[in-house]
């Protein structure tokens, strides 16, 4: 498998509709944005116990630590998420997904010989959308039942969980009131569509004399 | 609506989870079960008024089957633990 | 515009410069900013508001609150009507319009007042047993016409409801005396804050009632509490928001009325209400007291009002809703109505106090102010056809009726004390206490809630604001942060004294059946008596029997006097009797608010296949396969969807099609036990297949029955792709997390789906070689080098490929996957290669007629929960596998051993006509001959026309089917029966040459 994918065929986001002649899709409404990162890479890695050997192999090629606690990311680029127990998704900028996926399970095999580690490529499977602004939590509360308040989820932790019926993966930003939500890519339009009707009510014609608008 | 401790992810709203039922275990000689001691295992459950023990699964979360101690009566959820779990205090006890 | 000539010149908490011109049943009349629907209508001298629900009853507003049971309206017209909307909770906008209802033709004159004639003839249970002959449905459509209380909008709604989820620490409900307290102390700790309150404004009782607070008037201090805990950022008001349900683990439900104060003319985008969902570790519930009515004959004219109503009209509203007052009591409370009337100018006709006397603040200031006081005596009539004229007044003493005299008045102000509302605290599933000397129920407390103020029964504002504190303190300390114990709060009210409440369920020992217990159900002391005299001793049975409770206001003046009444009757103690259990909702709740965004679009999610713009482009017809949207077919101009369907058939068998199979399940399960892990999984023989090569694989369960069928290919040493139908790939992985993680953790697999990570693009056809070969890629397609069931991958147009060659029409035909995001690109390159070969995208419906054609199955249609393997034909492999896999054990089991089994077979239709079809769910009969009955021996499972072979296909499931082909069996569905002859359940290319071409 190649490190980088040459073709002449273009890719298409899920959201690839809502682009309008820009290079992602984008909705704003007052003090609330959502922007789509189109293409992150997103890489699951897998193993059926973290020993310490794969742990050690897992922080040098990445350059840091995988998160041991339940809910918590690490890193930036890649961001590093626990998933679930020895699972984690690694998030990268685009067109940097192959080459890693490919190095980790190039270097955990020989790091760990005769041991199972999967890694899988999830970027096509996965959107990535930022939700940004001082209203980013209240549009995320309208649909998402955990306490995302600063306090209990703030940057540093992640969770999956469930917005308006549809899984998602979120969590917080460095050093923004922004989110990050991850959901596949087959219920991207439909979150996108329900994000832009839920976003209405924090926009200018939502305003009014009498300050209805929170 | 009720919110159950994953053992991994702490406390979640019900919704998240999906309900395996009685925890019970797969006779380990299949083949060599005979009938009744199968048809045991495959249809019938102690059906416990009160306390009993299910296997529970944070379906949209960790996706990991886990065992949740449940009041039948009640539908109060009183304890988790992970299914490695045998004994202890387990997660959460919901007052 | 009628001129209002009950408002007072100055006070309340209307604003003056805001007048607000507004309509009632066609007449406009005018209020102000800070009325609502019903004290602007009482300010206007409008008091009949409402019929009530049975007899049509005059009726007018019963209290200013949320407990009203009278003043009923209808508001506005087209999308925005509310029926029942409570005139008393409704907020006065320019141009709101209200009609009133359960009157015709007009409130004033009403038709079916007549009922009210025949009101000995209506008692409870009437219905029940009165419309039993000649039978109920006899009757049902007259009954309906006049049943029911408004009528439910015809129009669509126009307005917009949003929900939202809330966490905090301490969730404190209701922003009177002592709610505002908790929230403070409970604020001052740091711990999340949320206050709800129900009504427009928030400080509860503080609004309108003459207290004072630390030297400042009660709505100064509401008005610095509200801006200290503004300034708090840790701190949320919601003002207009109702807690209208109490769930588990302290999940409190809220509607929030955002913008029904506007009307309709409230801005686009901004949502009617907002439900809230608030998880908080900690409740304190401040929820208040609710005035409970008096029972006497007449009780219900428009004119007789609560006392603290009246009260709440005065001095909160400027409303003197009544010029000459007698009050009626048995508790000191009431005498605040008479002292606020007097200073307000209104004539207090007297005081009728059933208690002998009281040395309480108020009734001493009564006293030296001059007010009239008639103790020992009690209300015991009133009369006035559309609005009280006279009370009757006769002395009390207990069961004997005295010398009786009439008091002329236009109002009676009343007061039988204080109902605690209890309602969320037994939502929770607390108990309750009964406090003897007052005559209430109260909270028996528990750990996560904390409930402060009247609700535990506490009477003096200096005692509901020490126990609001406390209970902020105490929550806050019990969620975890340290609350500093509450500095005393210096209430004015704190020399006050209260004397002792008698408690009093009926004023008068005559045989009425005009005594109304409640009121917007038309139940009567009477009808209490009747219930118990039938038998309906438990609160519950007497509750439904009676309709007690069950309206709009859900009993919050009734309950406790109707239970009250049948512990009398009955000679038990009150709690003996206990109360009715309280559910949500508290008050009602708009549909459209319970239902919020989920409507339409966002019923509920949908998934989109990575062509989905493309498919939607050629006006792709979708069909909902679970979540999926899927094309059914692609009809082309002027073509109708049956022909549309026909035309993609054909083509997959003459040239080729494309498909998009992209839901098709993709899990990966890699490690050193997969091959053992997965021959536990399948009845299949999963370490024989070799790399590079595919299997078909039934799943069963452990009961032995067939639960999905699909395909694993080996791609590596211990690494397999397993790709389970479209309908089972989410099941499926979590049935392999299920059994890998509860019964063989012990086996080294990792389980990876990857199903929406590649796009899979089926060409299906004798010509798809010749389309795949025209592209770049490093693959070689020859059918030497790629036969049938085998798995390449490599780079297809330079994008990573993975190609199975496997079918589900019976052609030769190879899924292509590749990663999502390229899938529409290689989805038009694809077209367009395959284009000389007149190559055209097919759908669903096509996909169903091929499979049928070749007797692929369809598991879940074609099978049952009862299914075996040997049913179908798999037989032989699956009892020959000796691994213990799922379902192995079972299917030894003598159910699955002995009788006459249904066997998959194929129907061929005898004597057909054109492109009839056998139906789906027609069964095999013995005989036709329905007076004996028809035994079925069998049934058809999926039915079509054949457009390829040019006749009826169907297959189905019959009674030891195998040994039975070319035998004619009668099928029969619905009253009609044709013959078809049992068959091989394959029509086409029996021998599978096309599937290996």
Same mark, same amino acid.
């Given at each position: 498998?190649?490190?980088?994918?040459?073709t002449g065929?273009?890719?298409?986001?899920?959201l690839?509709?809502?682009?309008?002649g820009?290079?992602?899709a984008?909705m704003?409404?007052?003090?609330?944005s959502?922007?789509?990162?189109?293409?992150?890479g997103?890489?699951?890695l897998?193993?059926?116990?973290?020993?310490?050997?794969?742990m050690?192999?897992?922080?040098?090629?990445?350059?840091?630590?995988?998160?041991?606690?339940?809910?918590?990311?690490a890193?930036?680029?890649?961001?590093?998420?626990w998933?679930?127990?020895?699972?984690?998704?690694l998030?990268?900028?685009?067109?940097?997904d192959?080459?890693?996926a490919?190095?980790?399970?190039q270097?955990?095999?020989?790091?760990?010989?005769?041991?199972?580690?999967?890694?899988a490529?999830?970027?096509?499977?996965?959107?990535?959308?930022?939700?940004?602004?001082?209203?980013?939590?209240?549009?995320?509360?309208?649909?998402?039942?955990?306490?995302?308040?600063?306090?209990q989820?703030?940057y540093?932790?992640?969770?999956?969980t469930?917005?308006?019926q549809?899984?998602?993966t979120?969590?917080?930003?460095?050093?923004?009131?922004?989110?990050?939500?991850?959901?596949?890519?087959?219920?991207?339009?439909?979150?996108?569509?329900?994000?832009?009707?839920?976003m209405?009510?924090?926009?200018?014609?939502?305003?009014?004399?009498?300050?209805?608008?929170? | 609506?009720?919110q159950?401790?994953?053992?991994?992810?702490?406390?979640?709203?019900? /919704?998240?989870?999906?309900?395996?039922?009685?925890?019970?275990? %797969?006779?380990?000689?299949a083949?060599?079960?005979?009938? !009744? *001691?199968?048809?045991?295992y495959?249809?019938?459950? /102690?059906n416990?008024k009160?306390?009993?023990?299910?296997?529970? %699964?944070?379906?949209?979360?960790?996706?990991?089957?886990? !065992? *949740?101690?449940?009041n039948?009566l009640?539908?109060?959820?009183?304890?988790?633990?992970?299914?490695?779990?045998?004994?202890?205090?387990?997660h959460?006890?919901?007052? | 515009?009628a001129?209002p000539d009950?408002?007072l010149?100055?006070?309340?908490?209307?604003?003056?410069?805001?007048?607000?011109?507004?309509?009632?049943?066609?007449?406009?009349?005018?209020?102000?900013e800070?009325d609502?629907?019903?004290?602007?209508?009482?300010?206007n001298?409008?008091?009949?508001l409402?019929?009530?629900?049975?007899?049509?009853?005059?009726?007018?507003?019963?209290?200013?609150?949320v407990?009203?049971?009278?003043?009923l309206?209808?508001?506005?017209?087209?999308?925005?009507?509310?029926?029942?909307?409570?005139?008393?909770?409704?907020?006065?906008?320019q141009?709101?319009s209200?009609?009133s209802?359960?009157c015709?033709p007009?409130v004033d004159w009403d038709?079916?007042a007549?009922?009210?004639?025949?009101?000995r003839?209506?008692?409870?249970?009437?219905?029940?047993?009165?419309?039993?002959?000649?039978?109920?449905?006899f009757?049902e459509?007259?009954?309906?016409?006049?049943?029911?209380?408004g009528?439910?909008?015809?129009?669509?709604?126009?307005?917009e409801?949003?929900?939202r989820?809330a966490?905090?620490?301490?969730l404190v409900?209701?922003?009177?005396?002592?709610?505002l307290?908790a929230?403070?102390?409970?604020?001052?700790?740091?711990?999340?804050?949320?206050?709800?309150d129900?009504?427009?404004?928030?400080?509860?009782?503080?609004?309108?009632?003459?207290?004072?607070i630390?030297?400042?008037?009660?709505?100064?201090?509401?008005?610095?509490?509200?801006?200290e805990?503004?300034a708090?950022?840790?701190?949320t008001?919601?003002?207009?928001?109702t807690a209208?349900?109490?769930y588990d683990?302290?999940?409190?439900?809220?509607?929030?009325?955002?913008?029904?104060?506007?009307?309709?003319?409230?801005p686009?985008?901004?949502?009617?209400?907002?439900?809230?969902?608030?998880?908080?570790?900690?409740?304190?519930l401040?929820?208040?007291?609710?005035e409970r009515?008096?029972?006497?004959p007449?009780?219900?004219?428009?004119?007789?009002?609560?006392?603290a109503?009246?009260r709440?009209?005065?001095?909160?509203?400027?409303?003197?809703v009544g010029?000459?007052?007698?009050?009626a009591?048995?508790?000191?409370?009431?005498?605040?109505?008479?002292?606020?009337?007097?200073?307000?100018?209104?004539?207090?006709?007297?005081?009728?106090?059933?208690?002998?006397?009281?040395?309480?603040?108020?009734?001493?200031?009564?006293?030296s102010a001059?007010?009239?006081?008639?103790?020992?005596?009690?209300v015991?009539?009133t009369?006035?056809?559309k609005?009280?004229t006279?009370?009757?007044v006769a002395p009390?003493?207990?069961?004997?009726?005295?010398?009786?005299?009439?008091?002329?008045?236009?109002?009676?102000a009343?007061?039988?004390?204080?109902n605690?509302?209890?309602?969320?605290?037994?939502?929770?599933g607390?108990?309750?206490?009964?406090?003897?000397a007052?005559?209430?129920?109260?909270?028996?407390?528990?750990?996560?809630?904390?409930?402060?103020?009247?609700?535990?029964?506490?009477?003096?504002?200096?005692?509901?604001?020490?126990?609001?504190?406390g209970?902020?303190?105490?929550?806050?300390?019990?969620?975890?942060f340290?609350?500093?114990?509450?500095?005393?709060?210096?209430?004015?009210?704190?020399?006050?004294?209260?004397?002792p409440?008698?408690?009093?369920?009926?004023?008068?020992?005559?045989?009425s059946?005009?005594?109304?217990?409640d009121f917007?159900h038309?139940?009567?002391?009477?009808?209490?008596?009747?219930?118990?005299?039938?038998?309906?001793?438990s609160?519950e049975?007497?509750?439904?029997?009676?309709?007690?409770?069950?309206s709009?206001?859900?009993?919050?003046?009734?309950?406790?006097?109707?239970?009250?009444?049948?512990a009398?009757?009955?000679?038990?103690?009150?709690?003996?009797?206990?109360?009715t259990k309280?559910r949500?909702?508290y008050?009602p709740?708009?549909?459209?608010?319970?239902?919020g965004?989920d409507l339409?679009?966002?019923?509920?999610?949908?998934?989109?296949?990575?062509?989905h713009?493309?498919?939607?482009?050629?006006?792709?017809d979708?069909?909902?396969?679970?979540?999926?949207?899927?094309?059914?077919?692609y009809?082309?101009?002027?073509?109708?969807r049956?022909?549309?369907?026909?035309r993609?058939?054909?083509?997959?068998?003459?040239?080729?099609?494309?498909?998009?199979?992209s839901?098709?399940g993709?899990i990966?399960v890699?490690?050193?036990d997969?091959?053992?892990?997965l021959?536990?999984?399948?009845?299949?023989?999963?370490?024989?297949?070799?790399?590079?090569?595919?299997?078909?694989?039934l799943a069963l369960?452990?009961?032995?029955?067939?639960?999905?069928?699909?395909?694993?290919?080996?791609?590596?040493?211990?690494?397999?792709?397993?790709?389970?139908?479209?309908?089972?790939?989410?099941?499926?992985v979590?049935?392999?997390?299920?059994?890998?993680q509860?019964?063989?953790?012990?086996?080294?697999?990792?389980i990876?789906?990857?199903?929406?990570?590649?796009?899979?693009?089926?060409?299906?056809?004798?010509?798809a070689?010749?389309?795949?070969q025209?592209?770049?890629?490093?693959?070689?397609?020859?059918?030497?080098?790629?036969?049938?069931?085998?798995f390449?991958s490599?780079?297809?147009?330079?994008?990573?490929a993975?190609?199975s060659?496997?079918?589900?029409?019976?052609?030769?035909?190879?899924?292509?996957?590749v990663?999502?995001?390229?899938?529409?690109a290689?989805?038009?390159r694809?077209l367009?290669?395959?284009?000389?070969e007149?190559?055209?995208?097919?759908?669903?419906?096509?996909l169903?007629?091929?499979?049928l054609?070749?007797?692929?199955?369809h598991?879940g249609?074609?099978?049952?929960?009862?299914?075996?393997p040997?049913?179908?034909g798999?037989?032989?492999?699956?009892?020959k596998?000796?691994?213990?896999?799922?379902?192995?054990r079972?299917?030894?089991?003598p159910?699955?051993?002995?009788g006459?089994?249904l066997?998959?077979?194929?129907?061929?239709?005898?004597?057909?006509?054109?492109?009839?079809?056998?139906?789906?769910?027609a069964?095999?009969?013995e005989?036709?001959?329905t007076?004996s009955?028809?035994?079925?021996?069998?049934?058809?499972?999926?039915?079509?026309?054949?457009?390829?072979?040019?006749?009826?296909v169907?297959?189905?499931?019959?009674?030891d089917?195998r040994?039975r082909?070319?035998?004619?069996?009668?099928?029969?569905?619905?009253?009609?029966t044709?013959?078809?002859?049992?068959?091989a359940?394959?029509f086409?290319?029996?021998e599978?040459?096309?599937?290996?071409?």
């Amino acid at each position: 498998m190649p490190d980088t994918v040459s073709t002449g065929l273009r890719r298409t986001s899920p959201l690839a509709r809502y682009w309008q002649g820009a290079d992602a899709a984008r909705m704003s409404a007052g003090a609330v944005s959502v922007e789509e990162l189109p293409f992150q890479g997103v890489i699951r890695l897998q193993r059926r116990e973290a020993t310490s050997a794969f742990m050690n192999s897992v922080a040098d090629i990445l350059g840091a630590e995988a998160p041991v606690d339940p809910n918590t990311c690490a890193g930036e680029s890649p961001a590093c998420l626990w998933a679930a127990p020895n699972e984690w998704l690694l998030v990268t900028a685009p067109d940097k997904d192959r080459a890693l996926a490919i190095a980790l399970q190039q270097r955990l095999d020989e790091a760990l010989p005769g041991e199972t580690v999967a890694v899988a490529l999830l970027s096509d499977a996965r959107a990535v959308l930022k939700i940004s602004g001082a209203a980013a939590r209240d549009l995320l509360a309208k649909g998402c039942s955990l306490d995302l308040d600063p306090g209990q989820f703030s940057y540093g932790k992640c969770a999956a969980t469930l917005l308006e019926q549809v899984p998602v993966t979120l969590y917080p930003m460095a050093n923004e009131s922004a989110y990050c939500l991850m959901v596949d890519r087959s219920y991207a339009a439909f979150i996108w569509d329900w994000l832009a009707h839920a976003m209405r009510e924090f926009g200018e014609a939502a305003k009014s004399p009498d300050g209805v608008s929170s | 609506m009720q919110q159950i401790d994953c053992p991994w992810c702490g406390k979640r709203n019900e /919704t998240e989870f999906s309900c395996g039922g009685e925890l019970i275990s %797969r006779p380990q000689d299949a083949l060599g079960a005979d009938d !009744k *001691a199968w048809t045991d295992y495959l249809y019938f459950r /102690t059906n416990t008024k009160g306390v009993h023990t299910e296997v529970w %699964r944070h379906t949209f979360g960790c996706r990991q089957w886990f !065992k *949740a101690e449940r009041n039948t009566l009640t539908h109060q959820v009183v304890n988790t633990r992970k299914l490695s779990e045998e004994t202890g205090e387990g997660h959460g006890d919901h007052g | 515009m009628a001129k209002p000539d009950h408002r007072l010149p100055q006070g309340g908490r209307i604003n003056r410069d805001k007048p607000l011109s507004f309509s009632y049943d066609g007449a406009v009349y005018q209020g102000y900013e800070g009325d609502t629907l019903a004290s602007a209508l009482l300010a206007n001298g409008k008091r009949l508001l409402g019929r009530s629900f049975k007899y049509h009853r005059p009726r007018g507003a019963l209290s200013a609150g949320v407990e009203e049971c009278n003043a009923l309206v209808r508001l506005e017209s087209g999308g925005y009507v509310e029926p029942n909307a409570r005139a008393t909770l409704v907020p006065l906008y320019q141009g709101l319009s209200a009609k009133s209802q359960n009157c015709w033709p007009s409130v004033d004159w009403d038709i079916q007042a007549i009922n009210g004639l025949a009101a000995r003839f209506l008692p409870v249970g009437f219905y029940n047993k009165t419309f039993m002959w000649p039978s109920w449905r006899f009757w049902e459509g007259f009954v309906r016409r006049a049943a029911g209380l408004g009528e439910a909008p015809e129009a669509a709604d126009a307005q917009e409801y949003h929900k939202r989820h809330a966490h905090c620490d301490v969730l404190v409900i209701g922003a009177g005396p002592a709610g505002l307290m908790a929230a403070l102390q409970a604020a001052g700790s740091g711990a999340r804050v949320i206050l709800a309150d129900e009504q427009e404004e928030m400080g509860g009782s503080l609004l309108w009632e003459q207290d004072e607070i630390a030297g400042i008037a009660a709505a100064e201090w509401v008005r610095s509490a509200l801006g200290e805990l503004a300034a708090q950022n840790n701190v949320t008001l919601l003002k207009r928001c109702t807690a209208t349900g109490y769930y588990d683990h302290n999940l409190i439900v809220m509607a929030e009325r955002v913008s029904d104060f506007l009307g309709p003319k409230a801005p686009v985008d901004v949502p009617r209400q907002r439900l809230w969902k608030v998880r908080a570790a900690q409740v304190v519930l401040a929820t208040g007291a609710i005035e409970r009515p008096l029972v006497f004959p007449n009780n219900d004219r428009p004119g007789v009002m609560l006392a603290a109503a009246v009260r709440q009209y005065l001095n909160r509203y400027a409303v003197a809703v009544g010029q000459r007052v007698v009050v009626a009591c048995n508790n000191d409370s009431a005498y605040r109505t008479a002292l606020d009337l007097q200073a307000a100018g209104v004539e207090v006709v007297a005081v009728v106090d059933v208690r002998a006397d009281s040395q309480g603040s108020w009734v001493n200031q009564a006293k030296s102010a001059g007010i009239r006081i008639l103790n020992n005596h009690a209300v015991t009539n009133t009369k006035g056809r559309k609005g009280v004229t006279a009370a009757r007044v006769a002395p009390y003493s207990g069961e004997t009726p005295g010398v009786a005299r009439w008091l002329d008045c236009d109002l009676v102000a009343m007061s039988g004390g204080w109902n605690p509302v209890v309602h969320l605290y037994s939502q929770s599933g607390g108990d309750l206490d009964y406090v003897e000397a007052d005559g209430v129920f109260v909270p028996q407390g528990r750990d996560y809630i904390q409930t402060a103020g009247s609700v535990n029964g506490r009477w003096l504002l200096a005692e509901c604001l020490r126990e609001g504190a406390g209970a902020g303190v105490k929550a806050a300390q019990t969620a975890g942060f340290e609350a500093a114990a509450p500095a005393p709060e210096n209430a004015s009210a704190d020399t006050l004294k209260q004397g002792p409440t008698l408690p009093v369920w009926k004023l008068v020992d005559e045989s009425s059946d005009k005594q109304w217990i409640d009121f917007q159900h038309d139940v009567t002391l009477s009808d209490v008596e009747l219930a118990a005299r039938e038998n309906f001793i438990s609160v519950e049975h007497f509750k439904r029997f009676t309709t007690t409770g069950m309206s709009v206001d859900q009993g919050k003046t009734s309950n406790i006097n109707g239970l009250a009444t049948l512990a009398q009757v009955l000679g038990k103690a009150i709690p003996q009797v206990g109360a009715t259990k309280f559910r949500p909702p508290y008050t009602p709740v708009a549909m459209g608010a319970l239902a919020g965004p989920d409507l339409g679009p966002f019923y509920r999610p949908k998934r989109e296949m990575p062509c989905h713009d493309w498919h939607a482009a050629q006006q792709g017809d979708f069909d909902d396969a679970g979540y999926w949207q899927r094309p059914s077919c692609y009809p082309l101009a002027g073509e109708t969807r049956q022909q549309a369907i026909k035309r993609e058939a054909l083509m997959v068998r003459r040239g080729v099609g494309l498909f998009e199979g992209s839901p098709l399940g993709k899990i990966e399960v890699r490690g050193k036990d997969a091959a053992e892990f997965l021959n536990r999984i399948y009845m299949n023989n999963v370490p024989s297949l070799k790399q590079g090569h595919i299997r078909y694989a039934l799943a069963l369960n452990d009961a032995g029955a067939i639960t999905d069928d699909g395909v694993f290919t080996k791609l590596g040493e211990d690494h397999y792709l397993l790709s389970p139908s479209s309908a089972a790939a989410e099941r499926f992985v979590g049935s392999l997390e299920e059994w890998h993680q509860t019964a063989w953790p012990h086996y080294e697999v990792i389980i990876s789906p990857v199903t929406t990570q590649w796009a899979t693009l089926t060409l299906a056809g004798p010509k798809a070689r010749q389309v795949l070969q025209k592209l770049d890629a490093d693959i070689d397609f020859s059918k030497a080098a790629f036969p049938h069931m085998a798995f390449r991958s490599g780079a297809l147009e330079g994008v990573p490929a993975r190609i199975s060659r496997v079918s589900f029409t019976g052609e030769l035909s190879y899924e292509v996957n590749v990663p999502a995001s390229y899938a529409e690109a290689l989805w038009r390159r694809l077209l367009q290669a395959g284009e000389p070969e007149g190559i055209a995208a097919y759908g669903l419906e096509a996909l169903i007629i091929l499979r049928l054609e070749k007797g692929y199955l369809h598991i879940g249609a074609d099978t049952d929960g009862n299914t075996i393997p040997d049913d179908i034909g798999w037989g032989a492999p699956a009892r020959k596998k000796a691994v213990d896999y799922i379902g192995r054990r079972s299917l030894d089991l003598p159910v699955y051993c002995q009788g006459r089994r249904l066997q998959l077979v194929g129907f061929k239709l005898l004597g057909g006509r054109g492109e009839q079809c056998i139906e789906v769910g027609a069964h095999s009969i013995e005989s036709a001959d329905t007076a004996s009955g028809m035994r079925s021996t069998g049934f058809v499972t999926s039915s079509c026309f054949s457009p390829h072979l040019n006749q009826p296909v169907a297959i189905g499931r019959i009674e030891d089917g195998r040994n039975r082909q070319g035998e004619v069996v009668a099928l029969y569905y619905d009253r009609k029966t044709c013959r078809a002859e049992i068959t091989a359940p394959v029509f086409y290319d029996p021998e599978g040459e096309r599937l290996h071409a």
